[in-house]
């Protein structure tokens, strides 16, 4: 998105100050890290995020609304910081005091560079190694805050002209970080001012993650007009999931000049799978976009109607947060699990009085749900969850018949085949085998000419 808001000598003193200021990457602080697809906290509990954006560069005084930002529910904010390219730096001072901010109203702190925003397109735009160099400069800011940061190296790089070289530029800034000894997650942004309309980061981005030393970089789509029906989000969210890519929302409003972005889908795919977002913004837009506020001057009382609906409304912030778990104390784990962990604490309640059935499931069996996730004029979005019974299973098969009027046009997390309204899904090759009582889900959009039905489903194990 287009924001409207109103060196080689310092280059290597500064290599060999992040050198130092970070120290070497097998010393560094635990903290975020990256592990089948998810995001992972420095206690190893999986945390997605729910939060806005904050123009912290332009409106530095703005210093309260980090907490009223947390009042309101979110768990990370997205700050706006500048390289001095563009606009006026935010030097290691003013980056600590953002850094202390988040910590103090026990916020992730999500730090990007918008200089580089439109690279290729945009006027006196500066490439990722010179955002890199940004970095290096405040490096003593961020050591030792790995638990509480994530470097998101610059938003939205390149515009819709010059971006081949997105997955090259990108790897290169990436691996020069962790040359220095940045330890910390680091997130990319798409081209295209973010909306990857070419699907540039969405082919390259399994490259790009195998570049970083470390496996810890996070992906980073911004949604607009681009994004303006429910299939275009699952599809491009969905095969980052299939390809086990971590990826966020890390932009998108409710309207904007280039189209209408579906804000109820993007809301809604996300809470179903896991899978963080960051509105923009705040406060202070300008240039014809300022219906993007979610306050008035800043005031959290003063919601608009975006930011009703991004705090307030169906799979919203203030109903889907959950804050880190290193602000609350809990045990940390020795290295992030492969599978996600449990939402919620297993239940406390005494064994029950009845005794369990004397006959357990039959081995290698499995059970089926089906969920209807969201539904809009003409179309829904489907869930089927699939448990192992009493023993574990090798691979499984659901089906279920589809009501009149409906029809499925696209899946991930499984392979349909459909036969008139008869659907068989079967697992893929990375969710086929399941523990005794694990679960895997797959999901699809499908077309309906009514209300869609929830049909029964059989599920059969091999």
């Not at 680091?186 to 399994?206: C, E, H, K, L, Y």
């Not at 691979?395 to 008139?420: C, P």
Request: charged letters at 10%; one cysteine or more.
């Amino acid at each position: 998105m287009r924001k409207r808001l109103s060196v080689a000598g310092v280059a290597l003193l500064t290599v060999l100050a992040a050198v130092f200021a970070f120290g070497q990457p097998a010393h560094a602080a635990a903290g975020f890290s990256v592990s089948n697809g998810k995001l992972y906290d420095a206690n190893g509990n999986e945390f997605i995020m729910r939060g806005v954006n904050h123009a912290h560069t332009w409106y530095p005084q703005q210093t309260s609304s980090f907490a009223n930002i947390k009042a309101l529910g979110a768990n990370t904010v997205r700050v706006v910081l500048a390289s001095g390219d563009r606009w006026a730096k935010n030097d290691t001072a003013d980056v600590a005091n953002v850094i202390s901010l988040c910590k103090a109203n026990k916020l992730i702190c999500v730090l990007e560079v918008h200089d580089t925003t439109g690279y290729g397109e945009q006027s006196g735009a500066i490439t990722l190694d010179r955002a890199v160099d940004y970095w290096l400069s405040i490096s003593s800011a961020l050591a030792g805050q790995e638990k509480y940061v994530i470097v998101n190296i610059g938003n939205e790089p390149y515009g819709n002209q010059g971006y081949a070289t997105w997955a090259t530029d990108s790897a290169n800034a990436i691996k020069r970080l962790r040359a220095a000894g940045l330890a910390h997650t680091i997130m990319v942004d798409a081209p295209n001012w973010g909306q990857d309309w070419s699907f540039t980061m969405r082919d390259n981005a399994a490259s790009v993650f195998a570049a970083d030393p470390q496996k810890n970089t996070v992906f980073s789509i911004h949604m607009y007009g681009v994004f303006d029906t429910a299939a275009e989000i699952s599809d491009y969210l969905g095969r980052f999931r299939t390809a086990k890519l971590p990826i966020v929302v890390g932009e998108f409003g409710f309207d904007h000049s280039d189209g209408n972005p579906d804000e109820d889908a993007i809301l809604s795919y996300t809470q179903a799978n896991g899978i963080g977002y960051l509105g923009w913004s705040w406060s202070g837009n300008g240039g014809g976009v300022e219906y993007l506020d979610m306050t008035t001057n800043f005031n959290p009382a003063a919601l608009t109607t975006w930011g009703q609906r991004i705090f307030n409304g169906a799979n919203g912030i203030k109903a889907t947060s959950k804050e880190a778990s290193v602000y609350s104390g809990v045990t940390p784990t020795t290295a992030p699990p492969t599978t996600a962990p449990p939402t919620t604490p297993p239940p406390t309640t005494p064994p029950p009085t009845t005794p369990p059935p004397t006959t357990p499931p039959a081995t290698g069996g499995c059970t089926a749900t089906y969920t209807i996730i969201g539904q809009w004029q003409g179309g829904f979005q489907g869930e089927v969850k699939v448990t192992a019974g009493s023993a574990a299973v090798n691979g499984w098969t659901a089906k279920w018949t589809l009501g009149s009027g409906q029809s499925i046009s696209q899946a991930w997390n499984a392979t349909l085949t459909s036969s008139g309204s008869n659907v068989t899904a079967t697992n893929v090759s990375y969710n086929g085998k399941l523990g005794a009582g694990a679960s895997t889900s797959f999901g699809f959009i499908g077309s309906s000419t009514g209300t869609p039905a929830v049909p029964a489903v059989t599920c059969t194990a091999s």
